[in-house]
């Protein structure tokens, strides 16, 4: 607690994680696939003769380790940096309680990067036997840095009750295994299984689009409907094991994906109807093109195809990260810990004891101490999910409200009553009476609704 706040004006710090998390989304996913393709590719040249394709491959390798080794390091250490940033504690709760499983997945990615750098400049250089066995050694790390990671992850969404139990008691690390291997844990290692396949093909389309159709046509196009191939799992499995994993994502989660149908508000998630069908469309689409491009006339696939195919899968997989980010709201925990760093188990102590009382390291620029409360209120609890301005914007969200309405709106969060419509996507408001009135004389102000401001010495009673 009484972690500075992170304020990123106009998009939110949440969109800062999710530019470079859907990056490194695209990057590290290849990085595990893109591997198993490398040895299975090698292996098929080899006991096939097919040492025309070694070439490519080679090459295909020296852009592999350039993406994974340099982007999908970068990147990873840049979602470090963003989540530490945005939910210092919820990042604190995930170091605490795997501070093995972490150990180990940095072993993995040493071997990683290692075997990545040896595989590329040993082709030719020792046997091919040797080689390949460099080759499965990567592969084999890379996939291990996803099953560890996949525990973590899920976590998120899914701590599952056994570790519920002792949240908060000091007993958390005893239930490792219990949250490692949590509901979601298998239906997500399976499907982001089938997507690093996929992306795998994606990446591997790319750089075999690039070879001389005209002068080598035969080669070109057994690389390119080889790795076409590579997308076909994922399409096929996808819509079965998405259905395993939303089963087991608690039914108060699963509703939130059907509010952008039953529920259309003024833009109240119809991000997320919209999101289901880029999803959709986008890999409709990528059927077509691999189908009727890559499959039929592979000797023509072009970078340009090969590109769009690219975009259409960044595209599926951001759209695919937004809707797993929302399933989780409000939590950064699953019901454990909101998404602005408040525990459930603490929220009568806030309400007794005052929620500033705890966060007091942000001074205001404001000469007005009740503003300065209100925004100090506003940015610890509310700004994880709204900015002032543009994304989720409150002055957008707040317009129509007069100072009562604004009161009103606050005691509904606050009550949190199990009928209020907010409680599935927002967490409860805490603080005592007064620090939830210079919220609201805050929001007021901020939408230009406070007529008579509080006086500029007044002091406020915790
Ligand atoms: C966990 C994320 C999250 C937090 C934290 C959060 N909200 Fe929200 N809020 C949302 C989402 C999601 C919506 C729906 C957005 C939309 O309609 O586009 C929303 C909608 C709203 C609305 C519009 C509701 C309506 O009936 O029109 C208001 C007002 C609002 N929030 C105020 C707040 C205030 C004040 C706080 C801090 C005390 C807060 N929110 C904290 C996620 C959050």
Do not use: C, Q, W
């Given at each position: 607690m009484n972690y500075p706040f992170w304020d990123v004006p106009h998009i939110g710090s949440g969109w800062v994680i999710g530019m470079i998390a859907i990056f490194h989304v695209m990057i590290s996913h290849f990085a595990v696939g893109g591997g198993l393709y490398l040895v299975l590719a090698e292996r098929k040249a080899l006991r096939e003769g097919r040492r025309d394709w070694m070439e490519t491959l080679r090459g295909h390798s020296k852009f592999f380790l350039v993406l994974t080794g340099v982007f999908g390091a970068v990147s990873g250490v840049g979602i470090w940096f963003s989540i530490g940033l945005a939910h210092p504690e919820a990042t604190s709760t995930l170091i605490h309680n795997f501070v093995f499983g972490w150990a180990i997945e940095w072993v993995f990615f040493l071997v990683e990067l290692a075997t990545a750098a040896v595989y590329y400049y040993t082709w030719g250089r020792v046997s091919d036997e040797l080689h390949l066995k460099v080759g499965w050694l990567y592969a084999g790390a890379s996939i291990l840095t996803l099953v560890i990671i996949n525990g973590i992850l899920t976590f998120m969404l899914t701590p599952g009750e056994p570790w519920l139990q002792v949240?908060?008691?000091?007993?958390?690390?005893?239930?490792f295994w219990q949250a490692f291997f949590n509901p979601t844990y298998w239906p997500s290692l399976f499907l982001r299984t089938v997507v690093c396949v996929a992306l795998a093909g994606v990446w591997a389309l790319v750089t075999c689009s690039r070879m001389d159709g005209e002068r080598q046509p035969k080669v070109k196009a057994a690389l390119i409907r080889w790795s076409a191939r590579w997308l076909l799992p994922a399409f096929l499995l996808m819509p079965l094991l998405l259905g395993w994993y939303l089963w087991m994502v608690p039914e108060s989660q699963r509703v939130l994906l059907q509010l952008g149908i039953t529920t259309?508000?003024?833009?109240?998630?119809?991000q997320v109807t919209r999101v289901v069908l880029i999803i959709v469309m986008t890999s409709a689409t990528i059927v077509g093109v691999v189908y009727f491009f890559a499959w039929r006339s592979p000797a023509d696939f072009s970078t340009a195809h090969a590109v769009a195919v690219l975009f259409l899968a960044l595209c599926a997989t951001g759209s695919t990260e937004y809707a797993r980010e929302t399933l989780r709201k409000p939590y950064v925990i699953g019901?454990?810990?909101?998404?602005?760093?408040?525990?459930k188990a603490d929220v009568a102590r806030y309400n007794e004891q005052g929620y500033l009382t705890h966060h007091k390291l942000w001074v205001s620029a404001t000469g007005n101490p009740v503003l300065a409360e209100g925004e100090a209120m506003f940015r610890g609890q509310c700004m994880n999910c709204h900015?002032?301005?543009?994304?989720?914007p409150i002055k957008t969200l707040l317009a129509g409200r007069n100072r009562e309405g604004i009161s009103n709106l606050l005691a509904m969060l606050h009550d949190?009553?199990?009928?209020?419509?907010y409680r599935a996507f927002m967490p409860p408001l805490v603080g005592t009476t007064n620090e939830i009135r210079a919220l609201g004389d805050y929001l007021a102000n901020l939408t230009g609704m406070?007529?008579?401001?509080?006086?500029?010495?007044a002091v406020v009673k915790k």
């Open positions: 949240a908060g008691t000091g007993h958390e690390a005893s239930r259309i508000g003024t833009g109240a998630f119809t019901r454990h810990m909101f998404s602005n760093g408040v525990r900015t002032r301005d543009v994304y989720r949190y009553k199990p009928d209020s419509p406070l007529t008579n401001a509080p006086a500029a010495g």
